[in-house]
């Protein structure tokens, strides 16, 4: 494909030397005439520092081709002031990030083809703790996009992030498909999608799997003047994750609404389908459909505890929003823990299960018994593994739902649907008895006025 080779604007691609001035060089030229595409060609190792795209360009890497992300944090030049407090278990206070791909205010952006982009985790690592790694203190972002419109990411590989992978904030109009997202599962904060204050974007069909969210969406302190998420779609991803393999939150400043999450697959992650909420933005109008979910209990250090469904409202700092309207169609779940939906007076409502199946199994190595509510200070909350797990909401629907035990139930397993304290419950064909028959009701129903149109 005829583009602006960066090895006629001096790139070695030896693996060794620095090639972010060559390539940078490739990429002011091709913005200069008018636009174009940048090529890193085949067979080459391409060794680099930050990086910075411009309007009208595209930044194609072949097939066999690899951009590699430098070991040395002096040569990413690239800095941007964040609200994020630090990365992993040792992290510093809020300050910068750094970043191998980035992009500021550009229109008509794309990075494209079938090569590879190495974030170049390894050469951060710290510690190794056994279940996760403590970090170096400056590791980069591997693509952070700020502010763009029009922005393409489509077919290539993205491996091994230091930290998050493909982060865009505050940009319009994004695609971002048959992308693949292979990090290390015991790196912190690899989320492997992000998307802050972003409005009309589509990610499909796309594998990711990651140590930290698979994809989340979010509205972050520092990029508030972007404005709400909004008019997002998911479809046709296979997800893996040792965080959420979906979530939307925690760190929502702004808010998230007209959301959709099709035809997917989650697998082997420490919780599937997330909305919990933290901050002060609100969250309406979400669809999750058509998804197999599979989640298990995992270590501490790790966000989620087997949760299959999440929907929570857990205060962080300051004031918290609201979760409107959001509905869960035709899913299969296996899990080690409950689907739940907890928040606090009047912060849920309006959440609709329908055709939602989940089997539970007890736990294979790490402890039961209890739902993760980070980010609130308690962390953990202890109770008895329910089916599913309602407690202060309004307006809650369960239609058609089903509930199986696995195996010889855990000790703490009980109910098939426990229920505290939800004003306008209503359950139709509900299909499910307790773990443990002999020793707690079928289905628990406490303080909790509801309505019924079929056998419960």
């Not at 595209?58 to 040395?72: F, M, N, P, W």
């Not at 009309?200 to 994809?215: E, K, L, Q, V, Y």
């Not at 008019?231 to 939150?249: D, P, Q, Y």
């Not at 700092?317 to 296996?334: C, E, K, L, Q, Y």
């Amino acid at each position: 494909m005829a583009g602006y080779d960066v090895r006629d604007y001096g790139a070695a691609g030896d693996g060794l030397a620095n090639d972010a001035a060559a390539i940078q060089a490739a990429i002011d030229a091709c913005h200069r005439a008018g636009g174009g595409t940048v090529l890193l060609p085949a067979g080459r190792v391409f060794r680099s520092g930050s990086i910075e795209l411009r309007s009208r360009v595209a930044l194609e890497i072949e097939r066999g081709a690899v951009l590699q992300a430098s070991e040395d944090p002096a040569d990413y030049t690239h800095r941007r002031a964040s609200a994020t407090p630090g990365f992993g278990p040792d992290a510093p206070p809020p300050g910068e990030d750094i970043m191998l791909i980035t992009a500021d205010g550009a229109q008509d952006v794309a990075i494209l083809g079938a090569g590879t982009i190495d974030g170049g985790g390894r050469f951060f690592v710290a510690e190794d703790r056994g279940t996760i790694y403590a970090m170096r203190e400056a590791r980069p972002l591997t693509v952070y996009l700020v502010g763009c419109r029009r922005v393409t990411v489509r077919d290539v590989l993205l491996r091994d992030a230091a930290a998050w992978t493909l982060r865009l904030t505050g940009c319009r109009s994004v695609l971002v498909s048959g992308v693949r997202i292979e990090n290390d599962l015991k790196v912190p904060n690899s989320d492997g999608i992000d998307l802050d204050c972003v409005r009309d974007a589509r990610i499909s069909d796309c594998h990711i799997s990651t140590g930290d969210d698979a994809i989340s969406i979010k509205g972050r302190d520092e990029s508030v003047r972007f404005g709400d998420t909004e008019n997002v779609t998911v479809s046709g991803c296979t997800l893996v994750s040792t965080s959420s393999a979906f979530a939307i939150g925690a760190d929502c400043a702004t808010s998230v609404r007209n959301v959709v999450v099709d035809s997917c697959v989650v697998d082997a992650s420490n919780r599937g389908l997330s909305v919990n909420l933290g901050q002060q933005g609100d969250v309406s109008d979400v669809l999750f459909s058509n998804i197999v979910v599979r989640t298990r209990l995992f270590d501490e250090p790790w966000w989620g505890h087997g949760e299959p469904i999440y929907v929570a409202v857990n205060r962080w700092t300051g004031a918290v929003g609201s979760i409107r309207n959001v509905r869960f169609s035709n899913i299969t779940a296996r899990s080690e823990n409950s689907v739940v939906v907890r928040g606090g007076p009047g912060e849920i409502s309006g959440v609709v299960f329908d055709g939602v199946s989940v089997a539970l199994s007890a736990p294979a190595r790490w402890p039961g018994g209890r739902i993760d509510v980070r980010p609130a200070a308690e962390e953990f909350v202890k109770g008895v593994t329910a089916g599913f797990h309602l407690e202060r909401a309004t307006d809650v629907v369960l239609r058609g739902c089903r509930v199986r035990w696995e195996g010889e139930p855990a000790a703490d397993f009980g109910p098939a649907l426990l229920v505290s304290d939800v004003q306008g419950l209503s359950v139709t064909d509900f299909d499910g008895v307790a773990a443990h028959p002999e020793r707690d009701e079928a289905r628990v129903y406490a303080n909790s006025p509801r309505t019924s149109t079929g056998p419960v």
